[in-house]
């Protein structure tokens, strides 16, 4: 069963980059079904989607945050990353990482979830 | 961009009741629609993919139906771990605002 994990700062000042990596166990992130995802939920409210990642590099990314975001893969340590620049309190939530299918375009595998605080 | 309603935002019912949360599209989406379960704390989990087929290890108890716009989610027998809020999300990975199932 394919697990996922995120690690990263859990609190970030205003203007600086968050930063998060997303480690799979139990599986290869080299599978040729799967991108890599990461979604995020700001306290209380509902969900968004950030963007993802295929283990060759190729991203796509939500246009409201595309100028801010990159995303990486390392195949050799079987991670994923994102990176989140100029970032305010409204970056304040908690970011998912997430397996999605692109068969039915399903999230089928996630993380537990980090809080990331942006805060001086 | 295609987005995504859902209703209620919040219902109260019991264990035994049978609960149905609706999801509608701004634009067709064909049955490119997957149903979440939250809960508290947790990450979302995967009830529902493509309209109507159950994941893995979901019961049986709940059934997802539609195409097109409109979509549906039922819990036919509410049990005391299905209270928790329901997401929909389609292809282009937008989610709806999300239904509340509460006591």
């Known amino acids: 069963q394919v697990q996922l994990q995120e690690s990263g700062s859990g609190l970030v000042k205003p203007s600086q980059t968050l930063s998060l990596t997303c480690t799979v166990s139990?599986?290869?992130?080299?599978?040729?079904?799967?991108?890599w995802s990461w979604i995020r939920q700001h306290p209380g409210e509902g969900l968004e989607w950030i963007g993802y990642?295929?283990?060759?590099?190729?991203?796509y990314y939500n246009p409201s945050l595309k100028s801010r975001i990159t995303m990486s893969v390392d195949t050799s340590k079987n991670q994923f990353s994102l990176k989140l620049s100029s970032v305010t309190a409204a970056d304040t939530a908690v970011y998912y990482c997430?397996?999605?299918?692109?068969?039915?375009?399903?999230?089928?595998?996630w993380g537990q979830g980090t809080l990331v605080t942006v805060s001086s | 961009d295609i987005q995504m309603t859902q209703s209620p935002s919040s219902l109260s019912a019991s264990v035994g009741d049978r609960v149905t949360i609706t999801c509608r599209a701004s634009?067709?989406?064909?049955?490119?629609l997957n149903w979440y379960q939250q809960k508290p704390g947790k990450a979302p989990k995967l009830l529902i993919y493509?309209?109507?087929t159950l994941q893995s290890g979901v019961p049986s108890r709940f059934n997802g139906s539609g195409s097109g716009t409109d979509f549906t989610l039922t819990i036919s027998s509410l049990q005391p771990e299905d209270f928790a809020t329901y997401y929909c999300?389609?292809?282009?990975?937008?989610f709806g605002g999300g239904t509340k199932v509460e006591s």
């Open positions: 997430a397996k999605l299918r692109f068969l039915e375009w399903a999230f089928d595998y």
């Open positions: 139990g599986g290869s992130i080299s599978s040729d079904n799967y991108y």
């Open positions: 990642i295929y283990y060759s590099g190729s991203t």
């Open positions: 634009q067709s989406i064909s049955s490119y």
């Open positions: 493509s309209a109507s």
């Open positions: 999300q389609q292809r282009q990975l937008t």
